[in-house]
T-cell receptor, first 110, second 113 residues
Framework: SQQGEEDPQALSIQEGENATMNCSYK?????LQWYRQNSGRGLVHLIL?????REKHSGRLRVTLDTSKKSSSLLITASRAADTASYFC??????????FGAGTTVTVRA | AAGVIQSPRHLIKEKRETATLKCYPI?????VYWYQQGPGQDPQFLIS???????DKGSIPDRFSAQQFSDYHSELNMSSLELGDSALYFC????????????FGSGTRLTVV
Protein backbone atom coordinates (compact mmCIF):
# COMPACT_ATOMS: atom_id res chain seq x y z
CA SER A 1 0.00 0.00 0.00
CA GLN A 2 1.06 3.58 -0.45
CA GLN A 3 0.74 4.78 3.09
CA GLY A 4 1.29 2.01 5.57
CA GLU A 5 -0.16 -0.91 7.28
CA GLU A 6 -3.47 -1.80 8.77
CA ASP A 7 -3.77 -4.40 11.42
CA PRO A 8 -5.10 -6.87 11.82
CA GLN A 9 -5.42 -7.99 8.21
CA ALA A 10 -8.46 -10.03 9.16
CA LEU A 11 -10.77 -10.07 12.16
CA SER A 12 -13.54 -12.51 13.05
CA ILE A 13 -15.91 -11.64 15.87
CA GLN A 14 -19.27 -12.63 17.27
CA GLU A 15 -22.29 -10.41 16.71
CA GLY A 16 -22.55 -7.91 19.55
CA GLU A 17 -18.81 -7.77 20.18
CA ASN A 18 -16.63 -4.76 19.43
CA ALA A 19 -14.20 -4.68 16.53
CA THR A 20 -11.02 -2.62 16.64
CA MET A 21 -8.66 -2.09 13.77
CA ASN A 22 -5.58 0.07 13.48
CA CYS A 23 -3.93 2.02 10.72
CA SER A 24 -0.46 3.52 10.51
CA TYR A 25 0.74 6.04 7.98
CA LYS A 26 4.00 7.59 6.95
CA UNK A 27 3.60 11.22 5.94
CA UNK A 28 2.03 14.33 7.44
CA UNK A 29 -1.68 14.50 6.83
CA UNK A 30 -4.50 16.99 6.50
CA UNK A 31 -7.09 14.40 7.52
CA LEU A 32 -7.61 10.65 7.75
CA GLN A 33 -10.69 8.86 6.51
CA TRP A 34 -12.16 5.41 7.00
CA TYR A 35 -14.05 3.59 4.27
CA ARG A 36 -16.02 0.35 4.13
CA GLN A 37 -16.14 -1.93 1.14
CA ASN A 38 -18.43 -4.88 0.75
CA SER A 39 -17.04 -7.63 -1.43
CA GLY A 40 -16.39 -6.32 -4.92
CA ARG A 41 -18.51 -3.23 -4.33
CA GLY A 42 -17.84 0.49 -4.05
CA LEU A 43 -16.12 2.28 -1.21
CA VAL A 44 -18.41 3.91 1.32
CA HIS A 45 -17.13 6.84 3.34
CA LEU A 46 -17.60 6.25 7.06
CA ILE A 47 -15.87 9.03 8.94
CA LEU A 48 -13.26 11.76 8.54
CA UNK A 49 -10.98 12.99 11.31
CA UNK A 50 -8.85 16.08 10.87
CA UNK A 51 -5.21 16.27 11.92
CA UNK A 52 -6.07 18.58 14.81
CA UNK A 53 -8.71 16.20 16.19
CA ARG A 54 -7.97 13.30 18.50
CA GLU A 55 -11.26 11.45 18.61
CA LYS A 56 -14.49 11.41 16.69
CA HIS A 57 -17.75 9.50 16.98
CA SER A 58 -20.40 8.63 14.46
CA GLY A 59 -23.12 6.25 15.58
CA ARG A 60 -21.44 2.99 16.55
CA LEU A 61 -18.11 4.15 15.15
CA ARG A 62 -15.30 5.71 17.15
CA VAL A 63 -12.13 6.90 15.50
CA THR A 64 -8.97 8.06 17.22
CA LEU A 65 -5.98 9.79 15.70
CA ASP A 66 -2.49 10.09 17.16
CA THR A 67 -0.45 12.26 14.84
CA SER A 68 2.68 11.86 16.97
CA LYS A 69 2.57 8.12 16.34
CA LYS A 70 1.08 8.51 12.86
CA SER A 71 -1.65 6.06 13.70
CA SER A 72 -5.42 5.81 13.86
CA SER A 73 -7.89 3.29 15.15
CA LEU A 74 -11.46 2.48 14.21
CA LEU A 75 -13.74 0.91 16.78
CA ILE A 76 -17.09 -0.56 15.78
CA THR A 77 -19.22 -1.21 18.83
CA ALA A 78 -21.99 -3.79 19.15
CA SER A 79 -21.16 -5.29 15.77
CA ARG A 80 -23.83 -6.68 13.47
CA ALA A 81 -23.70 -9.20 10.65
CA ALA A 82 -24.16 -6.29 8.24
CA ASP A 83 -20.81 -4.87 9.41
CA THR A 84 -19.06 -7.72 7.60
CA ALA A 85 -16.85 -5.94 5.07
CA SER A 86 -13.34 -4.72 4.40
CA TYR A 87 -12.36 -1.51 6.13
CA PHE A 88 -9.74 0.84 4.70
CA CYS A 89 -8.09 3.86 6.16
CA UNK A 90 -7.02 6.56 3.74
CA UNK A 91 -4.95 9.67 4.30
CA UNK A 92 -5.34 13.06 2.70
CA UNK A 93 -2.05 14.93 2.79
CA UNK A 94 -3.58 18.08 1.37
CA UNK A 95 -2.64 17.16 -2.16
CA UNK A 96 -5.04 15.93 -4.75
CA UNK A 97 -5.32 12.27 -3.84
CA UNK A 98 -6.12 9.78 -1.09
CA UNK A 99 -3.60 7.14 -0.10
CA PHE A 100 -5.14 3.90 1.11
CA GLY A 101 -3.92 1.35 3.60
CA ALA A 102 -4.12 -2.37 2.90
CA GLY A 103 -7.45 -2.89 4.62
CA THR A 104 -8.84 -5.07 7.39
CA THR A 105 -11.38 -7.76 6.52
CA VAL A 106 -13.98 -8.03 9.26
CA THR A 107 -16.30 -11.01 9.55
CA VAL A 108 -19.13 -10.79 12.05
CA ARG A 109 -20.58 -14.18 12.95
CA ALA A 110 -24.27 -14.37 13.79
CA ALA B 1 -29.19 12.38 -3.19
CA ALA B 2 -27.18 12.13 -6.38
CA GLY B 3 -24.09 9.96 -6.19
CA VAL B 4 -21.07 9.43 -8.38
CA ILE B 5 -22.16 7.54 -11.47
CA GLN B 6 -19.80 5.25 -13.33
CA SER B 7 -20.40 3.43 -16.55
CA PRO B 8 -20.30 0.74 -17.60
CA ARG B 9 -20.59 -1.41 -14.46
CA HIS B 10 -18.89 -4.34 -16.13
CA LEU B 11 -16.67 -4.52 -19.18
CA ILE B 12 -14.99 -7.46 -20.85
CA LYS B 13 -12.25 -6.75 -23.37
CA GLU B 14 -9.64 -8.79 -25.15
CA LYS B 15 -5.92 -8.16 -24.90
CA ARG B 16 -4.68 -5.23 -26.95
CA GLU B 17 -8.16 -3.74 -27.21
CA THR B 18 -9.16 -0.28 -25.97
CA ALA B 19 -11.59 0.58 -23.17
CA THR B 20 -13.23 3.84 -22.11
CA LEU B 21 -14.61 4.25 -18.62
CA LYS B 22 -16.88 7.15 -17.73
CA CYS B 23 -17.49 8.97 -14.49
CA TYR B 24 -20.14 11.53 -13.64
CA PRO B 25 -19.31 13.30 -10.36
CA ILE B 26 -21.73 14.71 -7.86
CA UNK B 27 -23.05 18.09 -9.06
CA UNK B 28 -20.89 21.00 -7.85
CA UNK B 29 -18.01 18.68 -6.99
CA UNK B 30 -15.05 20.13 -8.83
CA UNK B 31 -12.46 17.41 -8.22
CA VAL B 32 -12.49 13.93 -9.73
CA TYR B 33 -10.19 11.04 -8.87
CA TRP B 34 -9.56 7.68 -10.51
CA TYR B 35 -8.42 4.61 -8.58
CA GLN B 36 -7.55 1.08 -9.62
CA GLN B 37 -8.15 -1.84 -7.27
CA GLY B 38 -6.74 -5.23 -8.22
CA PRO B 39 -8.12 -8.45 -6.69
CA GLY B 40 -7.44 -8.44 -2.95
CA GLN B 41 -5.53 -5.16 -3.20
CA ASP B 42 -6.07 -1.72 -1.77
CA PRO B 43 -7.13 1.03 -4.16
CA GLN B 44 -4.24 2.66 -5.99
CA PHE B 45 -4.45 6.26 -7.09
CA LEU B 46 -4.22 6.80 -10.84
CA ILE B 47 -4.98 10.43 -11.63
CA SER B 48 -7.06 13.40 -10.51
CA UNK B 49 -8.57 16.51 -12.05
CA UNK B 50 -9.52 19.83 -10.54
CA UNK B 51 -11.57 22.25 -12.57
CA UNK B 52 -10.90 20.23 -15.74
CA UNK B 53 -7.13 20.38 -15.32
CA UNK B 54 -5.01 17.42 -14.28
CA UNK B 55 -4.05 18.03 -10.66
CA ASP B 56 -2.04 14.95 -9.73
CA LYS B 57 -0.84 11.74 -11.26
CA GLY B 58 -0.13 8.43 -9.60
CA SER B 59 0.89 5.04 -10.88
CA ILE B 60 -0.94 5.37 -14.18
CA PRO B 61 0.57 3.50 -17.16
CA ASP B 62 1.41 5.49 -20.27
CA ARG B 63 -1.20 3.38 -22.07
CA PHE B 64 -3.87 5.09 -20.00
CA SER B 65 -5.07 8.64 -20.42
CA ALA B 66 -7.86 10.62 -18.85
CA GLN B 67 -9.56 13.95 -19.10
CA GLN B 68 -12.29 15.96 -17.48
CA PHE B 69 -14.81 17.69 -19.68
CA SER B 70 -16.61 21.04 -19.43
CA ASP B 71 -19.58 19.37 -17.69
CA TYR B 72 -17.10 17.90 -15.14
CA HIS B 73 -17.59 14.32 -16.21
CA SER B 74 -14.37 12.39 -16.70
CA GLU B 75 -13.27 9.57 -18.96
CA LEU B 76 -10.44 7.11 -18.46
CA ASN B 77 -9.12 5.73 -21.73
CA MET B 78 -7.12 2.54 -21.65
CA SER B 79 -5.33 1.24 -24.73
CA SER B 80 -3.36 -1.90 -25.56
CA LEU B 81 -5.07 -3.67 -22.70
CA GLU B 82 -3.13 -6.31 -20.81
CA LEU B 83 -4.38 -9.14 -18.60
CA GLY B 84 -2.97 -7.29 -15.59
CA ASP B 85 -5.32 -4.39 -16.23
CA SER B 86 -8.21 -6.52 -14.99
CA ALA B 87 -9.42 -4.70 -11.89
CA LEU B 88 -12.10 -2.56 -10.35
CA TYR B 89 -11.79 1.05 -11.45
CA PHE B 90 -13.28 3.59 -9.11
CA CYS B 91 -14.04 7.20 -9.68
CA UNK B 92 -14.52 9.56 -6.76
CA UNK B 93 -15.46 13.19 -6.47
CA UNK B 94 -15.15 15.75 -3.75
CA UNK B 95 -16.05 19.35 -3.12
CA UNK B 96 -13.09 21.70 -2.79
CA UNK B 97 -14.01 22.73 0.75
CA UNK B 98 -12.80 19.29 1.92
CA UNK B 99 -15.43 19.25 4.65
CA UNK B 100 -16.58 15.78 3.77
CA UNK B 101 -14.83 12.70 2.56
CA UNK B 102 -14.67 11.56 -0.97
CA UNK B 103 -17.73 10.02 -2.59
CA PHE B 104 -16.89 6.96 -4.61
CA GLY B 105 -18.84 5.49 -7.48
CA SER B 106 -19.76 1.81 -7.55
CA GLY B 107 -16.87 1.12 -9.88
CA THR B 108 -16.36 -0.46 -13.27
CA ARG B 109 -15.16 -4.04 -13.23
CA LEU B 110 -12.85 -4.50 -16.19
CA THR B 111 -11.94 -8.03 -17.22
CA VAL B 112 -9.29 -8.46 -19.87
CA VAL B 113 -9.27 -11.90 -21.50
Amino acid sequence: SQQGEEDPQALSIQEGENATMNCSYKTSINNLQWYRQNSGRGLVHLILIRSNEREKHSGRLRVTLDTSKKSSSLLITASRAADTASYFCATDAGDYKLSFGAGTTVTVRA
Amino acid sequence: AAGVIQSPRHLIKEKRETATLKCYPIPRHDTVYWYQQGPGQDPQFLISFYEKMQSDKGSIPDRFSAQQFSDYHSELNMSSLELGDSALYFCASRAEDRVYGYTFGSGTRLTVV
